[in-house]
């Protein structure tokens, strides 16, 4: 992965060309971004995950370039003084995006906030109030989350991993391509809110409505769909891997053949149901 950051860096940098002190500040950034790398891997990120996240934290080349001695002769104290700028960057950048993490926040008002890619692990959320606020990209990991309300919010590609969401409300919110995984969200509401890619991987979503809903692109794999109601709803290339839907309900709702063909084979009750192109 140290190589995969290095010619990432290296591209940032591909149209400054050679200045003096370019080995020193490639190589200190390697290493900040190295060990922001392992921090994400030690929050339980995959390879991948923790990778895009590292280079998504990239601050802008041209700010750093600003502060970067072009002198030909470049001392000594020149190359500390680069090392300690790119060090305090790195550490503040840090702790700005952990600012949140390991926080009691049960009940806050945190409605009609931009939070955009704040990070909120193991944190205690209860009943807190996200309305209307913007929280794409946010990473929500071992939080407890029960009764917390994101009514209307923007969580476009937020993450939430082995959350307790019992009874949360996330009517009209935006969750495109948000992801939900090993998290419970029994009770939950999402009325009006936008599904479409979203993951609901190994998630709890029993006694949760879903009625007249679209979907598309959204995947249910290993999910526990005890009387979890879809009436009315549309599904469209909509994943159900290995879930527990035999209990779920379906009356009048409309799906491709796919997706009747996976629930068929999750043994749900589709007698009502109408197969769509």
Do not use: W
Request: glycine share 6%; proline share 1%.
């Amino acid at each position: 992965m140290e190589e995969q950051l290095k010619q990432f860096i290296d591209k940032q940098f591909a149209k400054y060309g050679d200045f003096p002190s370019k080995k020193d500040v490639i190589g200190e950034l390697l290493a900040n971004l190295t060990e922001k790398y392992h921090d994400y891997k030690e929050e339980g990120m995959s390879d991948s995950e923790a990778y895009q996240a590292t280079v998504d934290s990239f601050g802008d080349v041209a700010e750093i370039m600003e502060q970067v001695p072009h002198k030909k002769d470049v001392s000594d104290e020149d190359n500390r003084s680069v090392q300690r700028m790119l060090k305090d960057t790195f550490r503040k950048a840090k702790k700005s995006r952990s600012k949140f993490s390991s926080t009691v926040l049960k009940k806050t008002d945190l409605s009609d906030t931009n939070l955009i890619g704040e990070e909120f692990s193991y944190s205690e959320l209860t009943e807190i109030c996200f309305d209307r606020a913007n929280l794409s990209e946010a990473r929500f990991r071992g939080s407890n989350l029960r009764g917390a309300s994101f009514l209307g919010t923007n969580l476009d590609g937020a993450s939430f991993v082995g959350c307790d969401l019992t009874n949360a409300h996330f009517d009209e919110a935006d969750l495109t391509n948000a992801a939900f995984k090993a998290s419970a969200l029994k009770g939950s509401s999402f009325k009006g809110a936008a599904l479409d890619g979203c993951d609901f991987r190994a998630t709890d979503l029993t006694d949760v409505m879903f009625d007249g809903q679209t979907f598309e692109g959204t995947s249910f794999d290993s999910a526990s769909l005890k009387n979890a109601s879809f009436k009315n709803a549309t599904l469209r290339n909509v994943s159900f891997h290995h879930a527990a839907a035999k209990r779920a309900i379906f009356d009048g709702a409309k799906m491709d053949k796919i997706t009747y063909a996976q629930l068929k084979g999750a043994k749900a009750s589709l007698d009502n149901v109408e197969v769509v192109k």
